[in-house]
């Protein structure tokens, strides 16, 4: 099956600085979702967006829907210690009712003291 | 409050026996997804089922099996023909057909000694 190409894989930053990250795909979705998963856990969902160039903040996070619908931003301002994880980007396009996920490979974010 | 259930939160098995792993939710939910993740890597789609008595293979079948029942339930066995079954599962819920964000449950992990 598909997936996405998801980057960075994995990124090292400190306490208070921000992040940026990024899926894309070789086909185009109607529908972008942004989950984080904390260690053990399943995933959870940040955000989702709807339409091409839309911009969706949920407090600290803010994401895109690319005007090409083939690729999704994630930003993460101000990073604390509770946002260490693995964030996936999702995609999806209708098929008559039965809509499928494709899912990136994920970003591991790991915060340095 | 509304969710999904997975147990058991860690299982070992030998080599060569059968595993079910469980996966309930109350969120009244149509659509249910098995997942199977591995480290570094995204999610893939083991098999879904979008109604009662029904239920199609994803992504990486091969070696499992599933069954639904009743709407709230949708376990996943793991079967011996599986070469390569050491991995975190994930079960996840969709609304309705037209939805595109999935629910997740917080995983169950699988160890093969």
């Known amino acids: 099956g598909q997936q996405l190409n998801q980057s960075p894989q994995s990124m090292f930053i400190q306490e208070g600085e921000d992040v940026s990250m990024n899926c894309t795909s070789s086909?185009?979705?109607?529908?972008w979702l942004w989950y984080k998963q904390d260690p053990g856990e399943g995933p959870v969902l940040l955000i989702a967006?709807?339409?091409?160039?839309e911009l969706t903040s949920n407090g600290r996070l803010t994401a895109q829907f690319g005007i090409t619908r083939k690729d999704s931003f994630l930003n993460i301002s101000a990073s604390i210690p509770s946002d260490v994880g693995i964030y996936f980007c999702a995609g999806a396009i209708s098929n008559f009712g039965n809509e499928k996920l494709t899912f990136g490979t994920g970003t591991r974010l790991t915060i340095i003291p | 409050d509304g969710g999904i259930t997975q147990s058991p939160k860690y299982l070992f098995r030998k080599e060569g026996q059968n595993v079910t792993l469980s996966c309930e939710q109350n969120?009244?939910?149509?659509?249910m997804y098995w997942y199977r993740q591995d480290p570094g890597q995204g999610l893939r789609l083991i098999y879904y089922?979008?109604?009662?008595?029904?239920?199609q293979k994803g992504d990486i079948a091969e070696g499992y099996s599933v069954s639904r029942e009743k709407k709230e339930s949708f376990p996943l066995t793991v079967t011996s023909a599986q070469k390569n079954p050491t991995a975190f599962y994930l079960c996840?819920?969709?609304?309705?057909?037209?939805?595109?964000?999935?629910?997740f449950g917080a995983g169950s992990r699988l160890t093969v000694l």
């Open positions: 089922s979008q109604i009662v008595n029904d239920f």
């Open positions: 967006l709807y339409k091409a160039g």
């Open positions: 086909s185009i979705f109607n529908t």
């Open positions: 996840a819920s969709r609304e309705s057909p037209g939805a595109n964000v999935l629910t």
């Open positions: 969120l009244n939910h149509d659509a």
